[in-house]
């Protein structure tokens, strides 16, 4: 209120022209500092500019001068520089909306003066006297972004990273068969080409269009939903008629806010950034495009400072679980998404109010392109940095269970089973609880993880299996704190194992096979293929044949991937049969029983004399090779 009083003020002032020079530069002198007011001596500072002083009460009518343009236009000048000093000094510490209000105030103090002063000298000069701060815009783009990092910390601090459930309205099949019929066909909606869709409240910039794919337990639930067990009520709710109903968006509550807050501190910066243009501020030499390009820098600085703040809204890596890292990865996919609609909203904005122009247009929308594909490839980096966490979550939590379950295994199985491991069985569990946290995911991040942790597995177990383990090896096992020289666990590769240990192992491997072909990712079973290839062969009866230098052929064809070298490290420790391993087997009953098994198994059963021979054509071919 005092500022509008003070400017109407100003205003009759300098339109009747009763204006006392002299009294002016008295208060200055008394009430403000003179660096401030740009007083004392110098010339383009308010004042009389150096002339000579009066201490006469301003009562007296003798303190009265006459009117004159040049006592107003010292005045204005006065005005101006105070106004730019104050705003400058109190700009420290802004927020954007403050900088963009007390922006605003200036350009229409200098608009009305114009209006009530039209002929004032100092108007070539006002321009330059407010925008004293060259940097001034710089200094608001690091304040959005500092404000932006802030405002998704938060968001990201109150989120309890669960997909928004998406609620529809329950409606009877014949309700939907009708709803159907009168639905548009496609690209009816949108006759005219580039048209955007429209905006949904809540869920801005077509964040409404992120919605989880079903996976493929959700799919045969769709197929009958009176027996899904996706139903949360007998009477509805959000599953009470299956998948229709029990839809879930990408994102967390924190991802609508955060693109929000990005909109709305982009306007305000845009504001400001507008209103400095009006006040002398100028564009840099080499940005064609005019004071449009710092408000397209500050949506892409926005951006990439919310995606870092998304990506490290969690304080310890230890207390994030496998779903919390996913829905991360999921968020910034989501605002990632919403990207070219968000850009194209605030291009539209621009161009109403008049700071795209006609002669910049080409160069602004060349940048505002530029801008997005940096943000969007900001996105980029913290999405690979999440899927590089989640991985790393399941690859630590893989490494436990397999140590945990194979420290004390014992491989010389001495008896086949037609079932799997305990340890494969933990190991599948596992994997399935955590591949159905995965539906946040775009699909060729899921398949990725998919593949990933499959990998992982077979690649322990093929080191396990193949990895040369001798007592050197053990021993310095052991003088590294329980590292093994094989890799980052403390489990050791296997130092023995027969015939019924590798034929349980590949019961092992075709169940993690199947497991893979049934999550429906393409080709994820041949994650397996090694081992697999590794364990058939070591089964193989005709294995010693193919061993034969004369058979190399033979042997590539039948197993063109299967290493050699792996083949004589099992060798190494394979417990061949004959004398006491036969012996140790238990009474005569039970050996017989044993003997028939291992006969309709129809598996390579090495006695121990042969195996020497083998170990050596596998280390002379290995090194003629």
């Not at 392109?369 to 690859?395: H, M, P």
């Not at 946040?440 to 899921?446: C, F, I, L, Q, T």
């Not at 293929?529 to 061993?547: G, K, V, W």
């Not at 420790?573 to 004398?579: A, H, I, P, S």
Request: with cysteine; hydrophobic share 35%.
């Amino acid at each position: 209120l005092s500022s509008v009083v003070g400017f109407a003020a100003v205003e009759a002032a300098l339109e009747i022209g009763t204006f006392n020079e002299d009294d002016v530069e008295n208060n200055s002198s008394r009430n403000v500092d003179p660096k401030a007011t740009g007083g004392g001596n110098n010339s383009g500072g308010g004042g009389a500019g150096g002339a000579e002083s009066t201490t006469a009460h301003p009562s007296t009518p003798k303190d009265l001068l006459s009117p004159s343009n040049t006592s107003s236009s010292k005045y204005e000048q006065t005005l101006i520089k105070e106004l730019g000093q104050l705003f400058q000094s109190r700009s420290l510490g802004a927020s954007v909306a403050e900088l963009a209000r007390g922006s605003f105030l200036m350009l229409s103090f200098r608009s009305a003066l114009k209006l009530v002063f039209a002929n004032s000298p100092t108007r070539r000069i006002d321009k330059e006297l407010l925008a004293m701060d060259t940097n001034i815009i710089m200094c608001g783009l690091k304040v959005a972004q500092d404000e932006q990092l802030k405002a998704t910390s938060k968001f990201c601090q109150e989120d309890r990273y669960e997909s928004v459930r998406k609620v529809g309205r329950m409606i009877s099949p014949k309700q939907r068969a009708v709803l159907k019929e009168k639905q548009p066909p496609p690209g009816a909606e949108n006759e005219e080409p580039g048209t955007p869709s429209e905006e949904v409240l809540n869920f801005p910039f077509g964040l409404n269009e992120s919605v989880q794919a079903p996976v493929l337990g959700n799919a045969i639930d769709d197929l009958d939903p009176t027996t899904s067990m996706r139903k949360t009520s007998s009477s509805g709710g959000f599953g009470g008629f299956g998948g229709q109903h029990d839809q879930s968006y990408t994102f967390s509550s924190s991802v609508p806010q955060v693109v929000r807050s990005i909109h709305a501190r982009t306007i305000a910066f845009a504001a400001f950034a507008h209103c400095q243009e009006g006040l002398g501020q100028s564009s840099s030499q080499q940005k064609g495009h005019g004071i449009v390009g710092y408000v397209l820098d500050c949506v892409e600085e926005c951006i990439s400072c919310s995606a870092v703040a998304m990506k490290d809204g969690y304080s310890d890596i230890d207390e994030l679980t496998v779903q919390q890292a996913v829905q991360i990865t999921a968020n910034i996919t989501a605002l990632q998404a919403s990207l070219p609609r968000l850009f194209g909203t605030i291009m539209r904005g621009l161009c109403h109010i008049g700071m795209v122009r006609e002669e910049t247009s080409t160069d602004a929308f060349a940048y505002a392109d530029k801008t997005l594909s940096g943000a969007d490839k900001s996105c980029d980096t913290e999405v690979g940095s999440t899927l590089s966490l989640v991985y790393e979550i399941c690859r630590n939590k893989l490494d436990v269970l397999i140590d945990f379950s194979l420290e004390n295994f014992q491989w010389v199985a001495k008896s086949s089973s037609d079932i799997p491991n305990a340890y494969a069985e933990s190991l599948i569990e596992y994997m399935r609880s955590t591949f159905a946290y995965l539906a946040p995911m775009d699909e060729g991040s899921r398949a990725g993880l998919h593949f990933s942790c499959c990998g992982h597995v077979a690649e322990r177990l093929v080191r396990l299996l193949a990895d040369v383990s001798s007592k050197g090896v053990m021993d310095s096992g052991r003088q590294m704190g329980g590292q093994s020289v094989h890799g980052s666990s403390g489990l050791s590769p296997l130092s023995k194992i027969d015939a019924f240990g590798l034929n349980n192992l590949s019961v092992d491997v075709v169940e993690f096979e199947n497991f893979a072909n049934a999550t429906g990712v393409s080709q994820l079973g041949e994650c397996f293929n090694e081992l697999s290839t590794i364990c058939t062969a070591m089964l193989d009866r005709d294995l010693p044949a193919l061993l034969q230098i004369e058979n190399v052929s033979a042997r590539r064809k039948k197993y063109p991937f299967l290493s050699l070298e792996k083949v004589g490290n099992i060798l190494e420790k394979y417990v061949g049969t004959g004398g006491m391993a036969m012996g140790a087997m238990g009474p005569m009953g039970d050996r017989l029983k044993s003997e028939r098994k291992n006969h309709n198994l129809k598996i390579l059963m090495l006695k121990k004399n042969e195996i020497p021979l083998l170990i050596k054509l596998c280390r002379m071919q290995q090194q003629s090779a």
